[in-house]
């Protein structure tokens, strides 16, 4: 009956609408990471990259510093003027709950929770925190 196909062409285009946001999202993607890897490329910062014969969806990004030193100095910097930045992880063995209990050697995990940080792909809304404070999005 028409009753039951009204809500299923109504999701169909709705998938067609998502899939062109899908396909706009991949496309500003794809830009960010040309446009990272070339702001990157001059800098003594590593614009974490796909792996040879992989393709990366680019939803999270990565920066590998020198040391730890360096990764906190750039996290305060970056955060400092509202670029969103944070650390890879925290290794689970250094959580309160977890100081106690046994673990393998994790000197990779050490080396990755030392020197990468996760930055932002998200399109950047011209002044999105003013915004915020003027209670413009509720």
């Not at 899908?22 to 890897?37: E, H, L, T, Y």
């Not at 990366?56 to 020198?66: D, G, R």
């Not at 050697?105 to 940080?117: I, K, M, P, T």
């Amino acid at each position: 009956s028409v009753l039951k196909i009204k809500p299923i062409i109504h999701l169909y285009e709705g998938e067609l609408q998502a899939a062109g946001i899908v396909r706009a999202r991949k496309k500003s993607i794809r830009k960010f990471m040309d446009d990272a890897k070339a702001f990157f490329a001059d800098k003594d910062i590593e614009f974490f990259v796909e792996p040879e014969n992989c393709r990366s969806n680019y939803w999270l990004n990565a920066v590998i510093l020198k040391d730890r030193e360096e990764r906190d100095a750039f996290l305060t910097y970056t955060n400092d003027n509202g670029v969103m930045t944070r650390p890879i992880w925290v290794l689970n063995n250094k959580l309160d709950m977890y100081k106690g209990c046994q673990c393998g050697d994790l000197c990779n995990s050490q080396w990755l929770e030392d020197r990468v940080v996760n930055i932002p792909s998200s399109v950047i809304i011209p002044d999105y925190y003013e915004n915020i404070k003027k209670g413009l999005y509720k």
